[in-house]
């Protein structure tokens, strides 16, 4: 390039590389002037790991490989997103700084969840999964999957149920309880004998006598 002599600022650009800037002076009186000019790479190198291997790695939503994966990525704060079938997606952000070299800590994955929906004879029993209370049937739970889990089913005047649950990752499965009505026996002696009894508001053939009652609070 022919150019004019006298003072001059000087900026190279191009991708992946740094901006190069630098003030220079050109003599003039056609005498031949060279500049060598390196640039700096504008990324850094970023290894990834997985357990279990083999999981999609996107950078900012772009497919850059699979686990364990050594790539280079331009500095700048970055969205690393790991994918893989049968587990949950995790999301790393990650600065990057140029020409420093990163190991990210290996990522866990872990499976995703199975579903169970449960549903009991009676409805309305309440449900504990793994000594939590999570509501009353009929509903629809997330579980971990690949794990073992005690489930819990109660009413007033039904025997508690209990039954192991295991699921497999996106599994969905549907279990129906029938809840065991238990009894207790009441003895009644009442002064006159042919008085009227009622139970929970519904007249009673007895007035007196064995009463067999299921075992919850009675009126």
Aim: hydrophobic share 35%.
């Amino acid at each position: 390039m022919e150019i004019v002599s006298g003072n001059y600022q000087l900026r190279i650009e191009t991708e992946r590389y740094l901006a190069h800037a630098q003030q220079i002076e050109i003599q003039g009186y056609g005498k031949a002037q060279q500049l060598d000019i390196n640039l700096q790479p504008a990324w850094a190198s970023v290894s990834i790991s997985s357990q279990p291997v083999g999981a999609e790695v996107l950078v900012d939503g772009r497919v850059a490989g699979h686990t364990p994966l050594l790539t280079d990525i331009l500095q700048g704060r970055h969205e690393i997103r790991l994918t893989r079938p049968g587990f949950k997606p995790v999301t790393v952000m990650q600065s990057v700084d140029a020409g420093s070299d990163i190991t990210l800590d290996p990522v866990q994955l872990e499976p995703v969840d199975g579903q169970l929906i449960v549903s009991s004879t009676p409805a309305g029993a309440s449900i504990t999964l793994d000594g939590l209370f999570q509501g009353s049937t009929p509903m629809t739970l997330n579980l971990v999957a690949n794990t073992p889990h005690t489930l819990q089913l109660s009413k007033a005047g039904y025997s508690l149920a209990k039954q192991p649950v295991t699921l497999e990752p996106d599994d969905v499965r549907s279990i129906e309880v029938r809840l065991t009505a238990e009894y207790g026996t009441v003895f009644l002696t009442t002064q006159p004998a042919d008085v009227a009894l009622q139970i929970d508001g519904d007249r009673s053939d007895q007035s007196s006598g064995r009463l067999r009652l299921t075992t919850r609070s009675i009126r």
